[in-house]
């Protein structure tokens, strides 16, 4: 696994941001954030969050974040062995009793989602800054 990136270089910038505007969009549609960059082992979860309209569900979920689409989606990004640490660590943190210590019933269902940002989208940049897609349930097949 690569280490984080250096908040003080480009790339560090642009992951902060993106996680910062995809935090900010989920609490907009009524979400609430239990955790940002959780460390559990070696692995890191972005934000884990309470979606209150799916019953409500734990989602685990990856931020990526570009500068533009100039290098293919952000959530292109996101391989196999990715999907399979974020799987990793939200299963361990179910069984550490993690959620339950945030007040968060231990019998409640759990999701992993990817959240892609392109801060300076190539097309329409004068629409009205970044672009934010969800993707709900990413899965590992």
């Known amino acids: 696994m690569s280490p984080a990136p250096d908040p003080r270089s480009h790339r560090g910038r642009v992951g902060r941001?993106?996680?910062a505007l995809a935090g900010?969009?989920?609490e907009r549609l009524g979400w609430r954030i239990l955790g940002r960059n959780?460390?559990?082992?070696r692995d890191e979860i972005d934000l884990i969050c309470l979606d209150p309209h799916a019953g409500p569900a734990l989602v685990f979920v990856e931020v990526r974040g570009h500068s533009s689409g100039r290098f293919g989606a952000a959530e292109e990004s996101v391989d196999g062995r990715k999907l399979?640490?974020?799987y990793r660590a939200a299963m361990a943190?179910?069984?550490t009793g993690w959620a339950r210590q945030q007040g968060v019933p231990s019998?409640?269902?759990?999701r992993v989602?990817?959240?892609?940002?392109?801060?300076?989208p190539m097309l329409a940049r004068?629409?009205?800054g970044p672009t934010i897609r969800h993707i709900r349930g990413a899965t590992l097949d």
Request: no cysteine; net charge negative.
């Open 93 to 95: 943190l179910i069984r």
């Open 107 to 110: 019998a409640l269902a759990w």
């Open 84 to 86: 399979a640490r974020t």
């Open 24 to 26: 900010r969009a989920l």
């Open 126 to 128: 004068s629409s009205g």
């Open 38 to 41: 959780v460390v559990i082992g």
């Open 17 to 19: 941001d993106a996680e």
């Open 113 to 120: 989602d990817i959240v892609a940002v392109e801060l300076a």
